[in-house]
């Protein structure tokens, strides 16, 4: 029975300094992840719809810290401008600096640069634009259009301001990477651009942001979660050797 005692022990003492480890790497990985996104990231409610069926009213997005030099055509940006109000808004980038962005076409589709652009994001059904337009982005500037055409108020709207609907990369914030709140997953990079100059942007780190504080939560509480489990255990078998 001493002998037993001691394995026992010794397997206490092992099944402790892991579980000490456990919550050890956990708080490294949550606080890590967490830190590591912060630095990345910043969280943004969209407050209107003009960016459904993508991101409704109401959901809240994880948007990635960006240089505007960074932007591609396709993101879903956050911006700031002075003549759009002032207030931080939502829209997706379908014209980059040098870009002519017309509509609409024979079939009723955007067209880019003379080509007729596919626009998977747009609802079933939703026309590409409710009005026609046209509009030659200056160097230096974004040509951005809500995904909900019905309703947005966007780069249509401001055809006849100096900048011609446009508004310069320097007032980009942020690149939408996920709706984190309901979860919606991460922003597909749209592949009607992908063949474009410049191609389409990479996603961020938010996977494994998310991977790295999801998996320190585990541990974190798996490892505290050892020692009660072991004593309740270890009284179980207590109890049924003392019968």
Not at 5 to 11: L, Y
Not at 208 to 234: C, E, M, N
Request: positive net charge.
């Amino acid at each position: 029975m001493s002998g037993t005692g001691r394995t026992e022990g010794g397997r206490g003492r092992l099944g402790n300094a892991l579980s000490g480890l456990a919550v050890a790497v956990g708080c490294v990985l949550f606080l890590g992840g967490f830190a590591w996104g912060a630095v990345q990231y910043k969280p943004y409610t969209v407050p209107t719809d003009s960016m459904t069926p993508s991101i409704k009213a109401g959901d809240r997005v994880l948007a990635q810290r960006i240089d505007g030099g960074e932007v591609r055509r396709g993101d879903v940006v956050i911006f700031t401008d002075s003549v759009w109000g002032n207030l931080p808004m939502v829209k997706r980038v379908v014209g980059v600096g040098g870009d002519k962005v017309a509509c609409c076409g024979k079939d009723g589709r955007l067209t880019l640069n003379g080509k007729p652009l596919d626009e998977p994001y747009l609802a079933g059904g939703e026309p590409a634009s409710t009005t026609p337009f046209t509009s030659e982005v200056p160097e230096g500037h974004l040509f951005l259009l809500g995904d909900e055409r019905r309703t947005s108020v966007d780069s249509r709207g401001h055809i006849e301001d100096a900048a011609k609907g446009t508004v310069p990369v320097g007032n980009v914030d942020a690149r939408v990477d996920a709706v984190a709140w309901p979860w919606g997953g991460t922003l597909e990079r749209p592949d009607g651009f992908e063949t474009l100059p410049g191609g389409v942007s990479q996603p961020g780190p938010v996977v494994p942001v998310l991977a790295a504080v999801a998996a320190g939560v585990v541990l974190i509480f798996g490892g505290a979660a050892y020692g009660p489990v072991a004593k309740r255990v270890g009284r179980r078998k207590a109890g049924t050797g003392g019968r």
